[in-house]
């Protein structure tokens, strides 16, 4: 995944760790194709989406990837 942020956790009693966070807009673009996947009846899973489907993976897919 292009543009991944490396931010330093600092918790417990530890040294803390670093944790990966994703560019703004890429969570919530694939929670909304996520959201529409799963509770479509035109979507077989793994099998076919639907338009909606593929739209909401195409947006998710930008928001990750970046503009191409």
Avoid: I
């Amino acid at each position: 995944m292009s543009g991944v942020r490396w931010q330093p956790r600092e918790e417990g009693s530890g040294p803390g760790y670093l944790q990966a966070v994703a560019p703004g807009g890429t969570y919530a673009a694939y929670h909304a194709y996520n959201s529409h996947y799963y509770k479509c009846d035109d979507c077989e899973f793994g099998e076919v989406r639907c338009e909606t489907a593929k739209a909401l993976w195409a947006a998710y897919t930008q928001a990750r990837d970046g503009p191409t």
